[in-house]
């Protein structure tokens, strides 16, 4: 089993902030992508950053651009989340996700791996 485990939520005010970071463990050098996703009150997983674990290049939502930075520590096999100007709608389990690739016989073989989430809650 592939650990990963996901700390830094609780609750703050609108316009605070928080960090994120997720851990991981074992196989580290087959890491393609680590992500964000989170799962607001009664509605489906969404996508919030990526980022390419070897090269750093990252990617995010419309909704997070200019609030979330998503970074790695390479060295410490772990990824963060830094949330800043927090809103009520940021209120959500945020799931951290890591994606393997590995190279067998010339062929390229994806696995991927859930956190069980950390809550989130932004009061108005």
């Known amino acids: 089993q592939v650990p990963v485990t996901e700390s830094g939520g609780g609750l703050v005010q609108a316009g605070g902030s928080l960090r994120l970071s997720c851990a991981t463990s074992v196989r580290t050098s087959s890491i393609d992508t680590m992500a964000w996703f989170l799962q607001a009150p009664g509605k489906e997983l969404e996508f919030v950053a990526r980022?390419?674990?070897?090269?750093?290049?990252?990617d995010y939502a419309d909704f997070v651009k200019g609030r979330f930075s998503i970074s790695r520590d390479y060295a410490m096999n772990t990824m963060y989340l830094q949330m800043n100007n927090l809103k009520p709608e940021d209120k959500a389990v945020y799931y951290c996700?890591?994606?393997?690739?590995?190279?067998?016989?010339?062929?390229?073989?994806?696995?991927?791996?859930w956190g069980q989430g950390t809550q989130v809650n932004v009061s108005s």
């Open positions: 996700y890591r994606r393997d690739a590995v190279t067998t016989n010339e062929a390229v073989k994806q696995f991927d791996y």
């Open positions: 980022i390419k674990w070897n090269a750093g290049n990252t």
